[in-house]
């Protein structure tokens, strides 16, 4: 439930509210805004009795939140949430911006290069997972935190800010130290103690949609962060499994915009894993662009036919840069633009 106050409420009003809410035994969330000010209630399963706060004053109106991800919803907050990163980047503005890298981080070679390879076609984000969550546990389980000292030195040579996966607690501990994004991967999207801790670690979260969730279930995910207190959150679709084997997953474009009708949330587009094909992910990142995504990630590496993990998704360089050519062309059309590394410094 949101009580909304009238234009020039007073600080007294407000905490009144406050109190109220609090005495009735829920938890009162003040949400200041340019235009109004109101303060949300959180903590009820089902409908609450208004009728002690619609007479105070200072109280304009009740909305009742019809939906059961309260906080996520556009109810909630009308206006679309910019997550803001170091160096001025933005999701969810008006910007666009490219998250690419490795599927996982290998070597400090690989990483560095990757890094600049990214750069230098205009991501402003590196990827990579030190940690990685593999169907079969004989495959590479990724370097563990070397790997994240590795993506440390690649920000300090190029500016790039850094957005890795996190897959248990201790996970969100040390990724949350170093990196610009904890990344909450497809596999862990219903991990609901590990979505409690990310929401409390005070990083921006990437949460990925499961691997076969419901947009409905994305969004309650990433209410848990923001249950803890997390706003700074960018949802992804990359893909849902399907009956047709002819992809690895079966890319839902359509997310992009129900997720931006039901949530003021950013969402962006991960057409490598969506796909699960070199060939089909430019496509995919223009028509995920144009379908109006916050961002792309793509997975690229210096040499795809010697990655660890992923290699069949991952594109040449070459392809990257003609795919950062593109979106650009994209997302001017649609009145957006690509965010520049330059913005990154380095
Ligand atoms: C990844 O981004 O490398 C990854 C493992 O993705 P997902 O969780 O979407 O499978
Ligand atoms: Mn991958």
Not at 16 to 33: D, F, L, N, R, W
Not at 224 to 236: F, H, K, P, Q, S
């Amino acid at each position: 439930m949101l009580i909304v106050m009238r234009h020039g409420a007073t600080a007294d009003e407000v905490q009144k509210v406050i109190s109220v809410i609090e005495e009735m035994g829920y938890q009162a969330t003040p949400m200041p805004g340019a235009q109004r000010t109101a303060v949300g209630l959180v903590g009820n399963d089902g409908r609450v009795d208004a009728s002690r706060l619609e007479g105070l004053p200072g109280v304009q109106e009740v909305i009742h939140v019809s939906k059961p991800y309260k906080q996520v919803s556009r109810e909630w907050r009308p206006e679309s949430t910019v997550v803001r990163l170091a160096g001025g980047v933005t999701v969810g503005g008006t910007e666009v911006v490219a998250i690419a890298g490795p599927c996982s981080l290998e070597t400090e070679r690989q990483v560095l290069e990757s890094a600049r390879i990214v750069k230098e076609a205009g991501a402003v984000i590196l990827r990579g997972g030190a940690w990685k969550p593999r169907s079969s546990p004989y495959s590479f389980q990724g370097l563990g935190r070397p790997g994240l000292k590795l993506l440390a030195k690649a920000r300090e040579e190029t500016g790039l800010l850094i957005c890795t996966e996190a897959m248990d607690p201790d996970g969100v501990g040390w990724v949350s130290e170093m990196a610009d994004i904890v990344q909450i991967g497809a596999r862990n999207m219903q991990n609901f103690s590990l979505l409690k801790v990310a929401g409390r670690c005070g990083k921006p979260i990437l949460l990925k949609r499961g691997i076969s969730a419901t947009i409905v279930e994305l969004l309650l995910s990433a209410e848990y962060l923001l249950a803890e207190g997390n706003y700074d959150v960018i949802l992804c679709e990359r893909g849902v499994r399907s009956f047709d084997t002819m992809t690895r997953n079966l890319f839902d474009l359509t997310a992009i915009p129900v997720v931006h009708k039901l949530s003021h949330l950013p969402i962006i587009a991960d057409p490598s894993h969506g796909t699960g094909l070199r060939d089909k992910v430019i496509p995919m990142a223009r028509a995920a662009v144009a379908a109006g995504a916050d961002g792309i990630m793509v997975e690229v590496h210096p040499n795809p036919e010697e990655a660890l993990s992923d290699g069949a998704q991952t594109l040449y360089p070459e392809q990257f840069t003609q795919l950062m050519r593109e979106v650009r062309i994209i997302a001017e059309a649609i009145g957006r633009r690509v965010a520049e590394p330059a913005a990154v410094g380095a």
